[in-house]
Antibody, heavy 119, light 111 residues
Framework: QITLKESGPTLVKPTQTLTLTCTFS??????????VGWIRQPPGKALEWLAL???????RYSPSLKSRLTITKDTSKNQVVLTMTNMDPVDTATYYC???????????WGQGTLVTVSS | QSVLTQPPSVSGAPGQRVTISCTGS?????????VHWYQQLPGTAPKLLIY???NRPSGVPDRFSGSKSGTSASLAISGLQAEDEADYYC???????????FGGGTKLTVL
């Protein structure tokens, strides 16, 4: 059974750096074709794809956020970490991590974690 | 403004059939990249509904079907049920952005 769970702060101040951790089970990020992605959703708005990392450490970022994002993996801990710098109130959203593959299918999702950016 | 365009809302009576369109361009759907569809019930994480344009994951009723033609894709839901009331999102890959893109989402209301 594949599960994913996001963890991190629920409240960050403007200009701070957000660090989110996705802890997963039921699959390995060392398996060929497997990846973990991050997606966010501002309250009442649409899904926005942020970044993903593949088993071979190939990393992809949303062009509009690329300068602020870093995605890394720790295969031994079954974790993927996303950092986003210079947080702004418009970054307030529910952040999801998801199991993906080379076809881009997001089959398994975490429950999401709401991050609020406010002073 | 989303790269993939969906109607903001659709509605239908129980038992009816509705379709949700997803319009892209030559750098995503038109380039041959797969389209995937997700259902998001209120307050929950999205759930994969259709993958690879037309395929249903195990457990998804055959009332849900997907199609793709040219630079567009569609999700059809037949035999509408009250429990289908949700937001629906399409997703594909965009070569000019080198990453995945989502549609703006469509809210389905069952009358």
């Amino acid at each position: 059974q594949i599960t994913l769970k996001e963890s991190g702060p629920t409240l960050v101040k403007p200009t701070q750096t957000l660090t989110l951790t996705c802890t997963f089970s039921g699959f390995s990020l060392s398996t060929s074709g497997v990846g973990v992605g991050w997606i966010r959703q501002p309250p009442g708005k649409a899904l926005e794809w942020l970044a993903l990392i593949y088993w071979d450490d190939d990393k992809r970022y949303s062009p509009s956020l690329k300068s602020r994002l870093t995605i890394t993996k720790d295969t031994s801990k079954n974790q993927v970490v996303l950092t986003m710098t210079n947080m702004d109130p418009v970054d307030t959203a529910t952040y999801y991590c998801s199991h993906t593959n080379i076809r881009g299918v997001l089959l398994y999702w975490g429950q999401g974690t709401l991050v609020t950016v406010s002073s | 403004q989303s790269v993939l365009t969906q109607p903001p809302s659709v509605s239908g009576a129980p038992g009816q059939r509705v379709t949700i369109s997803c319009t892209g361009s030559s750098s995503n759907i038109g380039a041959g990249y797969d389209v995937h569809w997700y259902q998001q019930l209120p307050g929950t994480a999205p759930k994969l509904l259709i993958y690879g344009n037309t395929n249903r994951p195990s457990g998804v009723p055959d009332r849900f079907s997907g199609s793709k033609s040219g630079t567009s894709a569609s999700l059809a839901i037949s035999g509408l049920q009250a429990e289908d009331e949700a937001d629906y999102y399409c997703q594909s890959y965009d070569s000019s952005l080198s990453g995945s893109v989502f549609g703006g989402g469509t809210k389905l209301t069952v009358l």
